[in-house]
C-alpha cells in the first residue's frame, strides 16, 4: 500500500502548525467512512488486513497532527530536524522546572485534589504559550529556536504526566 | 478470501439476498438475541415469549451418567437444589486465573478445578468446564433461537463485551463464540452499542455519556455523535462491580439480621442470594421489603429498609461516580459539556444510583429504551450494517483501547507502548536491547494496566524471544510491535532487527485458549458431531474459492483496465479460470492452495484499489473527482 503521503497531504491540509482542528477531524472522519475495517467485514482476511493497516496509519496521523507536540515535532521532522537525545537548556528554563516540581510534590502532599487540578490548569497555559511561541518561530523559519520550544514542551508533557499520575494516586483510581 | 468488495452508494440489496444477522448481548445475569426486521430492531424471544435468558448453565448428569446441559430458566430453577452445578455469573470469570478469584463469592460457591495457570477450571457433574465452554453454551442457545427465528443459520453476530473488559476477557469471549460455531462479525463494546441504539432512535448529536452497570461489570463511556459517526472519546469502569455487588452487599445486611452466627447450606446460601435480589428489585419501588426463610425447621424472617440498603451501597455507587469523573477528566472535558446521559444495565433501576448520576452530571438521566435490552438492539444495528445488508449505511463507529499496553522492563515496571483511550485500530513499535554481553534470549511479559508496578497490573502473555546473536550488551536491537485490531484484540510481535532480524514471535493471551484446544472442544461438541467433517471442509473450501474468484471478477471489471497493465491483468483472469476449474474438483489441499496462491497473487491490485479508497474518500462522493493514479 502507498503510504508515501505525509501527514498533511494523506489530509490534503497545508503544512503549518496551525491548524484547523474541525477541518482535521472532519476529514479524518470522512476516511475512516471509506476505509475503517467495518467496511470490510466478511469479506476475507486480504481485506480486512489491508483495511486495518490504512485505518491504523489514519489514526497514526491524526494522532499526529491533533496533539501539539507530536505535529510540532512532526513539522520538524519534515525539515528534518531531529530531536537530540539529550538536548541542553537554558539554566533559567531549567530553575523553572525544579521550581514547579516542588510545588507538584507541595500539591501532592496537600492531599487536595483541588491543588492538583489548579496546578494543572497552569501547566495547561504554561505550554499553551510555548506552543504558540513554537508556531510563530516555525512559521518565520527560525528552526533552532522552535526546536528548543519542543524541548520544553517536552518538559511541560511529562510534568503534565507526573500530576496526572499524582491525581490518580490521591483519588484512589 | 474475497477481494475488496466496494459498494457504491445508491445500490440496494436484493431482499432475497439479505442476510441473517444478530446481535448478542452476553450478559452476568441475562443474555439476548436482537435482529433488524423489516427494518424494526427487536430482540428474538423463546417459544414461551421471553426475551431475557438467564445466563445460567446447569451440567448434570443423567441415570446413566451421561451429560446433561441446560441453559437458562430451566438451569436457573436448579440452582437452590444444585447450586454446585449450576455456573451462574461466568462471564465474570471469562479470562480470569485462580489467583485473581481467591476470596470472591464465586470461589465460595463453586469448585475449582486446582490449575497451576491459565483460566479457571469449573468442576461439576458433567466433568470439568471452563467459562469459555459456559458461555458458549449460552451463545448456542440464543444463536439457535436466532435461526428458529430469522429462518435460517446466522450468517453473522455482533458480540457485545464491557467497555472495561481486559484483552484476555476479550479473547476469551471470541474463544466462546468460535466454540459455539458463530461467525463473529465484530467485538462491539457495550455502551458502544447503547448509543447506537439511542443515537439512531432519536437522532440527537453531541456529546453523551453512556453509565452501564450491568449485573457483573460497570462501564462508562464519553462519545461525541455526530452525523452517524460514534466517536468514543474515553471510556472506564470496572470490569468486576455491578448489581451482584448489590445483592452480596443486601444479603449480607439480611444474614446480620437473622441469626449472625447460624452456618448456612449452600442450598440455603443460593436461596438467601436470590431473596436478597428480589428486595433488591422491591425497594426500587418500595420503601420497605419483607423477607423469609424457610428449610425444615428452620423459619428466618425480617424487613429491610431503603435506607439501609442504600447505606450499604454507597460506597459501591460512590465509585462508579469517581470512574465517571475520571472519564471525564481523561476526555479533558467538565460534566456541563455533557448534551445526555444515558443509563444501561437492569441495576440502574436503583434509585440511589439515577440519584447520584442526576446530581453529577447535574441533568436527568434518559432511559426510555429498556436498560436491559438496549445493548442487544445496538448490537443488532451495527450487525445489520456488517453483514451488509445497509450499503447506503453512514454510522461508523470509532472505538478506543480501554486499559493501558505495555512490556514489563528492568526493576518490576512497566512501560507503556498505547495508553487507554487510544483510537483503535492501533500499532506501536519500542525497541529494546540487551543488558548482558552475549545474551541470546529475552523475555517479553506483555502487561495491560495503568499501574506502574508489574505486580498492579494484569499479566497477558509472557514469551521468550530467542536465537538473538552473541553481541556485547546494548549492541542488539529487539523490536516489538503491539497491534490492537477493530476488535481490541491485542497481538504481540517481537525480531531482533540490529542483524536482519531472525527471531519473530506472535503471541495470543496466556488465558486464550490455544488453536488446538479450541479444535478439540470443537470435535467433541454435539454441534459438530454429527456432520460429516470432510464434506464441509470441501464445501467451505469452495465457497472460499467461488467467493475470491467471483469478487475478483467483479474489482477488475471495474478497475483492472485503470489499475493494472494488460499483462498482469491477463495473468490474474488466467489464474481465476483455473481456480475455477479446480474448484469443480474435489482436492480439498489443491483448492485451497490454489485459493491462496491467487489470494497472494492479487494482494498488490487489492492494496492499489484501497489506495484508490483513500483517495477517494478526501476527492468527493463523485468518482469524476477521482485523483490521477500513481504506481506504488
Keep these: 500500500m502507498n503510504f508515501s503521503q505525509n501527514f498533511f497531504e494523506l489530509f490534503q491540509l497545508t503544512p503549518h502548525f496551525d491548524v484547523d482542528e474541525a477541518e482535521l477531524s472532519e476529514r479524518f472522519q470522512r476516511l475512516q467512512r471509506r476505509i475503517h475495517p467495518d467496511r470490510f467485514v466478511g469479506q476475507g482476511p486480504q481485506a480486512e488486513r489491508l483495511a486495518t493497516q490504512w485505518a491504523t496509519h489514519i489514526n497514526e496521523a491524526f494522532a499526529t497532527l491533533s496533539d501539539r507536540l507530536r505535529r510540532a515535532i512532526y513539522l520538524l521532522s519534515m525539515r528534518a530536524i531531529d530531536l537530540e537525545e539529550n538536548p541542553s537548556l537554558s539554566g533559567e528554563f531549567l530553575m523553572e522546572q525544579i521550581t514547579l516540581r516542588e510545588s507538584l510534590d507541595a500539591a501532592e502532599k496537600s492531599g487536595d485534589p483541588q491543588v492538583i487540578e489548579d496546578f494543572i490548569a497552569e501547566i495547561e497555559g504554561d505550554s499553551e504559550q510555548v506552543a504558540k511561541a513554537f508556531g510563530e518561530l516555525f512559521e518565520s523559519k527560525a528552526y533552532d529556536e522552535a526546536l528548543q520550544r519542543v524541548y520544553q514542551l517536552q518538559f511541560l508533557k511529562k510534568l503534565m504526566q507526573s500530576a496526572r499520575a499524582a491525581e490518580d494516586r490521591l483519588l484512589g483510581y | ?632
Excluded: W
Design chain 2, 1 to 632: 478470501m474475497a477481494l475488496i468488495q466496494i459498494t457504491e452508494p445508491g445500490q440496494a440489496v436484493d431482499p432475497h439476498q439479505r442476510k441473517r444477522a444478530a446481535g448478542i448481548d452476553l450478559g452476568t445475569t441475562n443474555s439476548l438475541i436482537a435482529s433488524v426486521r423489516e427494518g424494526q430492531t427487536e430482540t428474538l424471544q423463546d417459544a414461551v415469549g421471553n426475551s431475557l435468558l438467564p445466563s445460567v448453565v446447569h451440567y448434570g448428569a443423567d441415570k446413566n451418567g451421561a451429560s446433561e446441559i441446560t441453559v437458562g430458566a430451566a438451569a436457573l430453577a436448579k440452582a437452590t437444589t444444585d447450586p454446585m452445578n449450576t455456573i451462574a455469573s461466568a462471564k465474570r470469570l471469562l479470562g480470569r486465573g485462580l489467583a485473581e478469584l481467591a476470596g470472591t463469592e464465586a470461589a465460595e460457591q463453586y469448585a475449582f478445578v486446582p490449575v497451576q495457570e491459565g483460566m479457571v477450571q469449573l468442576q461439576t457433574a458433567a466433568g470439568s468446564t471452563s467459562p469459555v465452554q459456559v458461555s458458549a453454551e449460552i451463545l448456542k442457545t440464543l444463536a439457535q433461537r436466532g435461526s428458529e427465528t430469522l429462518g435460517g443459520e446466522l450468517d453473522g453476530v455482533v458480540i457485545t463485551v464491557p467497555a472495561y473488559f481486559d484483552d484476555a476477557q476479550r479473547q476469551a469471549t471470541r474463544d466462546a463464540a468460535e466454540l459455539a460455531g458463530l461467525q463473529v462479525l465484530r467485538l462491539l463494546n457495550e455502551p458502544t452499542a447503547a448509543a447506537v441504539a439511542y443515537g439512531l432512535d432519536s437522532g440527537d448529536e453531541g456529546l453523551t455519556v453512556i453509565y452501564d452497570l450491568g449485573g457483573g461489570t460497570f462501564d462508562v463511556s464519553l462519545l461525541r455523535l455526530s452525523r452517524g459517526v460514534f466517536e468514543v472519546l474515553a471510556t472506564g469502569g470496572n470490569a468486576s462491580l455491578g448489581g451482584d455487588d448489590f445483592d452480596h452487599r443486601l444479603m449480607t445486611l439480611m444474614r446480620a439480621k437473622l441469626t449472625p452466627d447460624l452456618v448456612l447450606s449452600p442450598s440455603l446460601n443460593r436461596r438467601l442470594l436470590m431473596q436478597a435480589r428480589f428486595c433488591k428489585e422491591t425497594l426500587s419501588t418500595e420503601a420497605t421489603v419483607n423477607f423469609e426463610l424457610t428449610e425444615g425447621d428452620l423459619h428466618l424472617s425480617g424487613s429491610i429498609s431503603r435506607a439501609e440498603f442504600e447505606d450499604a451501597i454507597a460506597d459501591l455507587v460512590d465509585e462508579t461516580i469517581r470512574a465517571a469523573r475520571r472519564v471525564m477528566r481523561d476526555a479533558g472535558l467538565g460534566e456541563e459539556a455533557v448534551d445526555q446521559v444515558v443509563l444501561v444495565g437492569g441495576a440502574t433501576r436503583v434509585p440511589l444510583v439515577r440519584a447520584k448520576v442526576e446530581s453529577y452530571f447535574g441533568k436527568a438521566p434518559l432511559t426510555h429504551i429498556d436498560p436491559d435490552r438496549v445493548v442487544a438492539l445496538g448490537a443488532a444495528m451495527q450487525a445489520d450494517v456488517l453483514v451488509g445488508n445497509k450499503p447506503d449505511a453512514e454510522m461508523l463507529l470509532l472505538d478506543v483501547l480501554p486499559l493501558s499496553l505495555g512490556l514489563e522492563t528492568m526493576g518490576g515496571l512497566v512501560e507503556k507502548l498505547i495508553a487507554r483511550n487510544t483510537p483503535i485500530p492501533v500499532q506501536r513499535a519500542q525497541e529494546f536491547t540487551t543488558f548482558k554481553d552475549g545474551q541470546s534470549a529475552m523475555l517479553i511479559h506483555v502487561m495491560q494496566g495503568e499501574r506502574e508496578q508489574v505486580a498492579d497490573c494484569r499479566s497477558l502473555a509472557r514469551f521468550e524471544l530467542k536465537g538473538i546473536p552473541a553481541m556485547v550488551a546494548g549492541a542488539a536491537k529487539i523490536r516489538v510491535v503491539f497491534q490492537v485490531d477493530a476488535d481490541g484484540l491485542l497481538s504481540v510481535s517481537a525480531s531482533e532487527t540490529g542483524t536482519g532480524g531472525t527471531a519473530a514471535v506472535v503471541v495470543k493471551p496466556s488465558y486464550g485458549l490455544s488453536d488446538q484446544e479450541i479444535t478439540q472442544m470443537l470435535k467433541s461438541s454435539f454441534a459438530h458431531a454429527q456432520e460429516d467433517a470432510e464434506a464441509r471442509m470441501l464445501l467451505e473450501a469452495r465457497l472460499d474459492a467461488e467467493q475470491l474468484t467471483e469478487a475478483l471478477r467483479s474489482a477488475l471489471a471495474q478497475d483492472g483496465e485503470a489499475l493494472l497493465s494488460d499483462e498482469v491483468r491477463l495473468g490474474l483472469f488466467q489464474e481465476i479460470d483455473q481456480l475455477a476449474q479446480i474448484a469443480g474438483g474435489s482436492d480439498v489441499a489443491l483448492i485451497k492452495a490454489e485459493t491462496e496462491k491467487l489470494s497472494q497473487a492479487s494482494d498488490p491490485f487489492a492494496a492499489l484499489r484501497m489506495d484508490q479508497e483513500v483517495r477517494r474518500a478526501l476527492a468527493g462522493h463523485t468518482l469524476d473527482d477521482v485523483l490521477p493514479v500513481e504506481s506504488s
